[in-house]
């Protein structure tokens, strides 16, 4: 068993944001295609979540290269 490193770790947690900030904003689309406006509502809130997740990983960045340069 290998000792994870903060490079690799950094790695993980990074993709996992991107990838529930893909996901999000799938979620987004699909609720945007239902056509309600209910549902583009809902579109509009999953959309802004999907930011927050951007707006997310560009603070861990920030944090990670801070600590590991």
């Known amino acids: 068993m290998t000792v994870p490193t903060?490079?690799?770790?950094?790695?993980k947690l990074l993709e996992?944001?991107?990838?529930?900030?893909?996901?999000?904003a799938m979620m987004g689309h699909l609720a945007r295609a239902q056509g309600t406006p209910k549902d583009q509502a809902l579109a509009?809130?999953?959309?802004q979540i999907s930011q927050l997740f951007n707006r997310v990983a560009i603070k861990v960045t920030e944090l990670a290269q801070g600590r590991l340069q």
Request: aromatic share 10%; charged share 20%; net charge negative.
């Open 44 to 47: 509009n809130g999953w959309l």
């Open 6 to 11: 903060q490079g690799e770790t950094f790695s």
């Open 16 to 24: 996992h944001i991107r990838l529930a900030e893909e996901q999000a």
